[in-house]
């Protein structure tokens, strides 16, 4: 009998890597079938460590969801640290799976690749088009080079080896597992927080970063998934045809934004606070407006099936469930 494909999840213990375990199983892979490994075990910045690893689990197909992640304040502190773990762990994660005879490995990378001024719905093809957002060039820079090494390990091996290297772009994600920290977390669940705790110490305003008028899209994480096994397990015939061999990545989005003025409300309403909400145009906005054009992967068969105020329930019970305890909120 033909076993199923010995997965390997790299950060299944973050939110995206969580949520493609869950729904791998929901898919019905079965448990020991899926090789996982926490920070604490396998170090990815360490290339002798991650070279051991492959060569003792030799998984068949490899989803790459670990990454240093986090919001502005993060990103303009740490540059250094998001460069430079983002390179190794891709380079090491990409570099050993194809030593080891991996032929199918799906990369995560971020609609931060794109340039800042773009005024359209960002397109596969505005790739290195122009200047990105300083406040995350870094970690743009570190996932544009994920991209470009799945493309050059299948223009290089495709044929001879059978690499079949893949990358998502996914929007802001939100859902379940995400890291609420004050100052390092992604805008939902900052806002999350914000407001939850503005409602338990019934402060009078609660006052957001920016004008709040930069306009988001925002894809609930389980859609992410969803769309990440849909990506790995289309046809190397269907990949190809929507992709060429140096624009090869796929955009991942709900198709909808919202201004983050409109987001905060309807965080604001999620969580019942019932006070003011202030804007600091002081603080830095970034850019303008970031919408993706997602008809490559609607192209493909994949669309986003949850919507803003569901999933911001959903991760509000979430958030609940998980971090308010009655001593505050975790700040890890
Ligand atoms: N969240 C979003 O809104 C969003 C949007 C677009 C793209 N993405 C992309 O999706 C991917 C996953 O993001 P996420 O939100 O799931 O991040 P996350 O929750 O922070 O998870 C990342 C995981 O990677 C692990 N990790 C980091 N450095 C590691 C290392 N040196 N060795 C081993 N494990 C390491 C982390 O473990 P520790 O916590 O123990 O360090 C964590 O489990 C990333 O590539 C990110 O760029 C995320």
């Not at 909400?277 to 949850?306: H, V, Y």
Request: charged share 20%; hydrophobic share 35%.
């Amino acid at each position: 009998m033909i076993q199923p494909p010995k997965i390997y999840v790299a950060g299944h213990r973050g939110m995206v890597g969580s949520a493609i375990m869950r729904q791998l199983l929901a898919q019905g892979h079965p448990v020991e079938r899926i090789v996982t490994r926490t920070h604490a075990e396998l170090d990815l910045t360490d290339q002798a460590a991650v070279c051991n690893f492959f060569a003792a689990v030799k998984p068949d197909q490899v989803y790459l969801a670990a990454a240093k992640v986090g919001g502005i304040h993060a990103n303009q502190t740490y540059p250094a640290e998001f460069i430079y773990q983002n390179l190794m762990i891709q380079a090491n994660i990409i570099d050993a799976a194809f030593r080891n005879g991996v032929q199918k490995l799906l990369f995560l990378g971020s609609s931060c690749i794109y340039p800042k001024l773009v005024s359209q719905c960002l397109r596969e093809d505005a790739l290195l088009t122009g200047t990105l957002e300083p406040t995350n060039e870094p970690y743009a820079i570190a996932k544009i080079a994920g991209i470009k090494l799945c493309e050059s390990y299948n223009r290089q091996y495709g044929e001879s080896h059978g690499v079949d290297y893949r990358s998502v772009m996914p929007t802001n994600l939100y859902g379940p597992g995400d890291n609420y920290h004050p100052e390092n977390s992604h805008v939902i669940p900052a806002l999350i927080r914000r407001f939850h705790e503005a409602k338990v110490n019934h402060a009078p305003s609660v006052t957001i970063w920016g004008t709040g008028t930069p306009r988001r899209e925002f894809l609930y994480v389980e859609d992410m998934a969803a769309a990440c096994v849909h990506v790995m397990n289309l046809s190397r015939t269907t990949y190809n045809h929507h992709t060429k061999p140096m624009l090869s990545h796929i955009n991942i989005g709900s198709g909808q934004d919202i201004t983050i003025q409109k987001l905060a409300e309807a965080v604001s309403k999620t969580v019942g606070y019932q006070g003011e909400i202030a804007f600091d145009p002081a603080k830095p906005d970034g850019t303008p407006r970031k919408l993706m054009d997602s008809s490559r992967i609607n192209a493909l068969g994949w669309q986003a099936k949850i919507g803003l105020n569901e999933g911001l329930g959903m991760t509000y019970e979430d958030f609940l469930n998980n971090t308010h305890t009655h001593e505050g909120i975790r700040n890890d």
